[in-house]
């Protein structure tokens, strides 16, 4: 019996191991004597166990396959931690998938294939169609800029103050409670920011443009209309479970929330200055080199990553299939909401696969997780935040100088 491990992160919260698990019956019964163990872990989790394993292979467990954001695809494989999938597959061809995700899955000069494409989101903003309506509100107005959206915000956390019911007017869409590049791109790249230049070569978000679109959103939790944490420090409830107005999320409801379901209209992220701007989220499966089994391994990946096993996994987490040609098909079950993804999808980027992404990610959150711990506190003071983009561009820009 063959043993593989598949590390994969939340996808589904607490139903991510059963979900997967029934997801690879159909593996199972083209390979009978393969065994395949599930771990589920944060990306945190995941980068500090793949330099664990940079810096010693023999030291603890190790994946066969792993699910990693898309664009950490050539931090990873400029470290040569991942596989050549060529070098397995020499036919290989990344037109199977969507465009958009293409160039996610190599190293920019690079004929090697170390990542496919599995699923993505696109992010609009939902609302709850009858709190606005108890209220007087008119979504189509106040949801079209972001000032507007400031207002909505202002107005609930005012009639909600001591009362029962919904406790937050605008849920964090972030897992760690905390802010992430992911976050923060859409107010950034709408106010005409940006991350990095284009060829990479150096920082650009402690400009003022970019700088406001941070702030933009961080001042969501600042102001209190964002959730950090829930009762007992545990993960604070959101607008699919009752307790918020609104949302930012890439996803579509998950199924059986018919009723909550039926309340929700969606609309893009409202733009912070400029046009409009959205962030296109692509996950991606690949294999650890020198995993051991790499034929068996590929097998696996190539099985989730085939068409329709991609349309049915993205289906029951509420994502979008990366596989061409099916990746629209989950919104004919979501009729309502299709006109949002569709005019977000005009407006939509991705994070930069750049060689250095992943340390230059992380460098951002730990900047943002000293600046929630301040909120926390009841310390933060805005000024705080362009000392903390000031530091955190120093040290990437040292990074981006490193990897040139």
Not at 65 to 80: C, D, F, K, R, Y
Not at 251 to 278: Q, S
Request: charged share 20%; net charge neutral; proline share 7%.
């Amino acid at each position: 019996m063959r043993e593989l491990h598949f590390w994969v992160l939340p996808n589904n919260g607490f139903d991510t191991f059963p979900t997967l698990k029934e997801h690879l019956a159909l593996f199972y019964r083209g390979h009978p004597d393969v065994r395949v163990t599930i771990s589920v872990g944060t990306a945190a989790a995941l980068w500090t166990n793949l330099f664990r394993i940079l810096k010693d292979p023999s030291s603890g467990a190790r994946p066969h396959v792993l699910q990693i954001p898309s664009h950490w695809t050539a931090s990873l494989a400029q470290l040569g931690l991942l596989q050549d999938l060529r070098e397995l597959d020499p036919g290989l061809d990344l037109a199977r998938w969507v465009p958009a995700a293409r160039d996610h899955c190599r190293v920019a000069g690079s004929d090697q294939i170390c990542s496919l494409p599995w699923w993505f989101e696109l992010r609009v903003l939902y609302y709850r169609q009858d709190i606005f309506r108890r209220l007087g509100l008119d979504p189509r107005r106040l949801l079209a800029g972001w000032e507007g959206m400031r207002e909505v915000c202002r107005v609930l956390a005012e009639k909600w103050r001591g009362s029962p019911g919904p406790v937050y007017p605008i849920a964090n869409p972030n897992p760690r409670r905390g802010v992430s590049m992911a976050d923060v791109a859409p107010c950034l790249w709408s106010r005409g920011g940006d991350f990095f230049a284009r060829d990479g070569s150096r920082v650009l978000f402690q400009r003022s443009h970019a700088l406001g679109g941070v702030s933009d959103y961080f001042d969501l939790i600042a102001s209190g209309w964002m959730p950090l944490t829930g009762p007992n420090g545990l993960a604070p409830r959101n607008l699919f479970d009752g307790s918020c107005a609104m949302q930012i999320s890439g996803r579509l409801p998950r199924r059986g929330k018919k009723k909550l379901v039926a309340t929700l209209e969606a609309v893009p992220v409202p733009p912070t200055g400029g046009a409009a701007a959205t962030l296109l989220g692509m996950q991606s499966l690949a294999l650890l080199r020198d995993c051991g089994e790499p034929e068996w391994a590929y097998g696996l990946l190539r099985d989730l990553a085939d068409p329709a096993a991609e349309e049915a996994y993205a289906g029951d987490i509420g994502a979008f299939p990366a596989a061409d040609g099916v990746a629209w098909r989950p919104l004919a079950a979501a009729p309502h909401f299709r006109e949002a993804f569709e005019r977000s999808l005009g407006a939509a980027r991705m994070l930069p696969n750049l060689r250095a992404m992943g340390t230059l990610e992380q460098v951002f959150e730990r900047s943002m997780e000293r600046l929630v711990g301040d909120v926390v506190q009841r310390a933060y003071e805005p000024e705080r935040l362009h000392q903390e983009i000031i530091r955190a561009s120093a040290e990437m820009d040292y990074i981006l100088g490193l990897n040139s």
